[in-house]
């Protein structure tokens, strides 16, 4: 037996000694699931930085909580690996989709998060898409520490800033492969622009409404796909006039469909179920 969790192949144990998850991914980009509907909230920031380390944890990207709500089907909360909040994670978000679908036999999901409320589609062939909501463009709202051109910052580079309920900084360059992500990314975290810090996307143009981009999250690193980084990217891209407003983003870890439509931004792709485990508090 390791030290914090045991792998298991059931979620029979249910002493209040040990806390069950799920660990699911989006493409690479790794989740711990904790369902809290109908018990009493466990998760902390502590609790949630000792389940993220990967060497003596179980390691993940976002931890998400699903809890009851009667105003929706589900609320999510999520975590970061380093303790922080988020307001959303689109990625995490399709995830959780498509395990309640599947429990449930729904097609369809209303979702409260603090980004507001989202919906979820069974788009079928195993795929889950996520209306993520507007994107916010004006610089109180991302937020910006002072108003500027959201399009262009004065940062060398000149990338567009988002927001999708959580900060975003785009930079288009002509080789995202070529990028120092780690070195970029969290010098570009930090930057002063950003009073809540923002997540780093690098993106390049590969092809008529297709981009190539990396991402690195805030309160996270390096991580093979993000949601709302995709999101961010497709509507910079856009509103820069390099693709139209439905486009394909190829991330480390594999392809999401984002489309910006008059009702949101709808993120289409496919998730991954990978084990059932507790936690021993």
């Known amino acids: 037996m390791c030290q914090g969790f045991v792998y298991i192949v059931t979620m029979a144990q249910t002493d209040q000694t040990f806390l069950p998850f799920r660990k699911m991914h989006g ?55 380093d303790g922080s909040t988020a307001a959303t994670c689109g990625n995490a978000t399709r995830c959780i989709a498509r395990l309640v679908m599947d429990q449930t036999g729904q097609r369809n999901l ?14 079928g062939g195993g795929l889950t898409s996520v209306n993520m909501g507007q994107p916010q463009l004006d610089w109180h709202e991302i937020p910006l520490a002072e108003q500027i051109d959201t399009l262009q910052l004065p940062i060398d580079g000149s990338p567009t800033a988002t927001g999708m309920g959580n900060p975003h900084c785009t930079f288009f360059v002509d080789d995202a492969e070529a990028v120092d992500l780690a070195m ?3 010098l570009i975290e930090h930057h002063p622009l950003f009073p809540q810090r923002t997540n780093v996307q690098f993106a390049s143009l590969i092809g008529p409404d297709h981009l190539r981009m990396r991402v690195w999250e805030r309160g996270v690193g390096v991580t093979l796909a993000s949601g709302s980084s995709s999101c961010a990217t497709a509507v910079a891209a856009a509103r820069r006039g390099l693709t139209g407003r439905k486009v394909t983003i190829t991330l480390d870890g594999g392809d999401l469909a984002i489309d910006w439509r008059d009702d ?18």
């Not at 390691?59 to 909360?77: C, E, M």
């Not at 209303?110 to 788009?123: E, K, M, N």
């Open 110 to 123: 209303t979702i409260t998060t603090d980004r507001g409320t989202l919906q979820a589609v069974d788009t």
């Open 264 to 281: 949101g931004i709808w993120m289409t792709g496919a998730t991954a179920y990978v084990f059932d485990g507790q936690w021993r508090l």
């Open 27 to 81: 493409l690479g980009n790794d989740f711990v699931v904790v369902d809290e509907r109908g018990t009493t909230p466990r998760v902390t920031a502590a609790l949630v930085q000792a389940i993220a380390d990967r060497h003596r944890g179980v390691g993940f990207d976002q931890l998400a909580v699903i809890s009851d709500t009667p105003d929706a089907d589900l609320h999510l909360t999520f975590w970061n690996s």
């Open 184 to 186: 970029r990314g969290a």
